[in-house]
């Protein structure tokens, strides 16, 4: 989940790397605006040895993936180096940047405003392989005019896959462990009724819980707020981002209270009651944890694990993924991660790089994950290969199909704050989250920290800009 900006770290470091990458805009190749050098259009059959750098996790491109590009498309030469935040501004500062970069939707913004995206809108225009009526909305994510102006203008990349991020989780043999009905929801229902679902199949153990009622992805915490604040009517940041408001905010303090109230009780992991295995994935499969709120992506590790109890439950149907709980009566499950790829700036081979670029996002790796089931790809036309057989993978295919019109929404993330897993206004809930829950400082002062500390943040962020 950790992309080339999203990883876990202090909020000094975060804001050591928004210093070190905002002061790069001036390294940016001359002749256009930061951020804006116009590719030239359709890549150009390589002559001579072209050595290519992607920064990538092995996992998503493999090494037999690798050398089939190799020797597919020689002269060309692809290399990949591990994700990693301080090499990438390295190499950025000292005119070595990779060519490719994985990316989220929350990096876009700031790597935009810092000048460090190639713009491909020429070379999307004149492919046969990436063509823009071919991509799903969550491209948007990777279209804008601006740093604040997110899906619209010229396109700089796209996602490789995704998944609407809110899909609900149910493994029904927990439920049936506990001795309480496991719930069809089928038709979404409201965030009152997906509390009381999931306190009624916790269980705890004096003061720590055995079984969870519900779990989420914690380090995309203040993405949820987002995107649960906007279907809500509401904003976490000020129109021009200058700002986070959280104190006297309503639909953002019931977003936070929402996560809050839950670890508050035990029903979901915290650092009073953590999880058993770090993270919710061996939880819900080795069934410890009833209820996960997260993405398509899930379908693959649930298919993978080895455990012949959930592998069991798995062929009885028993592990379902339903549509996200409706809001304050609104429906919508956006997708927040939106993992992909950009170009960088920098490149000192732009028509090579889109070759390679195309070539993963829409030819043999694009077609191999939409194989397996481990996300949704990001054009129309390859749907037809995602997994529909089977117990899981047919309700995931219909739910999927169900959901489609809530997911097509984009968040505009903040361009002063760099985009980790958590961003700053989660790194500071997650650090004064255990006092709070211990009754050291107040719910309230838990948000005024927020407020305080994320503004001081995006404070120091746009003086680096300016």
């Known amino acids: 989940m950790n992309s080339t900006l999203s990883a876990q770290l202090s909020r000094r470091h975060l804001l050591k790397l928004m210093g070190v990458g905002l002061a790069l805009s001036a390294c940016a190749p001359a002749g256009a605006p930061a951020g804006d050098q116009a590719s030239a259009g359709a890549a150009a059959p ?182 649960m604040a906007k279907a809500a009517g509401g904003s976490l940041y000020t129109d021009d981002f200058t700002a986070i408001q959280v104190v006297d905010n309503e639909p953002v303090v019931n977003a936070i209270k929402f996560y809050f109230d839950l670890a508050n009780e035990g029903v979901m992991p915290s650092a009073l009651n953590p999880s058993p295995a770090g993270w919710f994935g061996p939880d819900f499969t080795g069934g410890r944890l009833a209820i996960v709120r997260t993405g398509y992506w899930f379908h693959g590790f649930c298919v993978a694990d080895p455990g012949e109890e959930f592998q069991a439950a798995l062929a009885d149907g028993k592990i379902k993924m339903y549509p996200s709980f409706s809001w304050y009566g609104a429906r919508s499950n956006p997708c927040i991660t939106a993992a992909g790829a950009i170009a960088t700036s920098s490149t000192k081979n732009p028509d090579a790089t889109w070759t390679a670029f195309e070539w993963f996002m829409g030819k043999e790796p694009a077609q191999d994950r939409a194989r397996s089931g481990w996300g949704l790809p990001g054009l129309t036309s390859l749907w037809d290969l995602i997994p529909k057989e089977g117990p899981l993978s047919s309700l995931t295919w219909a739910t999927i199909q169900a959901e489609e019109p809530y997911t097509r929404d984009t968040i505009q993330f903040n361009p002063y704050l760099a985009g980790g897993e958590p961003m700053v206004p989660g790194i500071v809930y997650q650090t004064n989250l255990e006092q709070a829950l211990r009754g050291e400082i107040s719910f309230e002062e838990l948000l005024a920290r927020i407020e305080s500390e994320t503004n001081v943040a995006i404070q120091e962020g746009r003086d680096q800009v300016s």
């Not at 990096?107 to 995206?117: N, V």
């Open 46 to 227: 390589a002559s001579a040895a072209t050595e290519l750098v992607m920064m990538y996790h092995a996992g998503e491109i493999p090494d037999p993936l690798i050398t089939q590009f190799n020797e597919n498309y020689a002269p060309l030469h692809l290399t990949r180096v591990d994700v990693d935040p301080t090499r990438f501004y390295a190499m950025f500062a000292a005119g070595e940047a990779p060519d490719l970069v994985r990316s989220m939707a929350p990096d876009i913004p700031q790597l935009l405003g810092r000048g460090m995206l190639l713009n491909l809108q020429s070379y999307f225009e004149t492919s046969d392989v990436l063509q823009e009526d071919d991509m799903l909305p969550v491209n948007n994510y990777y279209r804008a005019g601006d740093p604040l102006s997110i899906g619209q203008g010229s396109l700089y990349g796209m996602v490789k896959d995704w998944a609407p991020d809110g899909f609900i989780w149910v493994n029904e043999a927990v439920f049936e462990d506990v001795g309480v009905d496991a719930p069809d929801l089928t038709e979404p229902v409201s965030e009152g009724d997906i509390n009381a679902i999931a306190r009624s199949v916790t269980v705890r153990e004096g003061n720590q819980t055995k079984t969870f009622g519900f779990d989420t992805a914690t380090g995309f915490i203040d993405r949820f707020w987002m995107s």
